[in-house]
């Protein structure tokens, strides 16, 4: 069944760079999107960025200068690096599935999340 | 960024009692609206997307309509995985964005 795992570091320090790995199984990398979202602890969600089917990845405008979406489609892995992490980036990251569907552009699987604490 | 404003924050309720969750989008979106559903654990899954298809697995009791900048989520009769948090989500622009969340609650 379709699956989405991530990992990473739990703490970080600030000014450091986040690397976070999400590995997928179930599923190819060159059928499906994969988004990265985030949620500051008991807020909302936000969207950081999606790497598409073709390889190509889009980011939210806000995280151009210091977010970086990649992946390697042989280990079934997307990656996530984002630098000179602040405390405000304290939170917990998924990634998603990203499907199309008629009228449909959605997030239909998501992992459990890793939760991320910048913090010296 | 196109802002997406859900109603209520939070919301009582009892089992068996059909409950809806409004959320309004700052410009029309076309339809291209999602619904999640959050549990306590984290884990999130979807419900609706292109603001009223049942994404598969879901139960017949949720439900989504709506057009322009207003939609909404039912739920017909509230079993008790129901309760949990509620987001909505437009996809008609980038960044895509979500709205604040509804917890709802057991009354």
């Known amino acids: 069944q379709v699956q989405l795992r991530e990992s990473g570091p739990g703490l970080v320090q600030p000014s450091q760079t986040l690397s976070l790995t999400c590995t997928v199984s179930g599923f190819s990398l060159t059928s499906h999107s994969v988004h990265w979202v985030r949620q500051h602890s008991g807020k909302s969600l936000e969207w950081l960025g999606r790497m598409w089917s073709d390889g190509r990845p889009s980011y939210k405008s806000a995280f151009t200068s210091r977010l970086s979406i990649s992946r390697d489609t042989s280990k079934s892995q997307v990656f996530l690096k984002m630098n000179s992490l602040q405390t405000a980036d304290t939170g917990t990251y998924y990634c998603?599935?990203?499907?199309?569907?008629?009228?449909?552009?959605?997030?239909?699987?998501w992992g459990q999340g890793a939760s991320v604490t910048v913090s010296s | 960024d196109i802002q997406m404003t859900q109603t209520p924050s939070s919301m009582p309720a009892s089992l068996g009692e059909r409950v809806t969750i409004s959320c309004r989008a700052s410009q029309g979106i076309s339809n291209y609206l999602n619904w999640y559903q959050q549990k306590s654990d984290g884990t999130i899954k979807p419900l609706i997307y292109y603001t009223s298809n049942l994404q598969s697995g879901v139960p017949s009791r949720f439900s989504g309509s709506g057009s322009g900048t207003d939609y909404s989520l039912t739920i017909s009769s509230l079993e008790p995985e129901d309760f949990a948090m509620y987001y909505c989500?437009?996809?008609?622009?980038?960044?895509?964005?979500f709205g604040g969340g509804t917890k709802l609650e057991l009354k």
């Open positions: 998603a599935r990203g499907t199309f569907t008629t009228g449909g552009d959605v997030m239909d699987a």
């Open positions: 989500q437009q996809y008609d622009n980038y960044p895509w964005t």
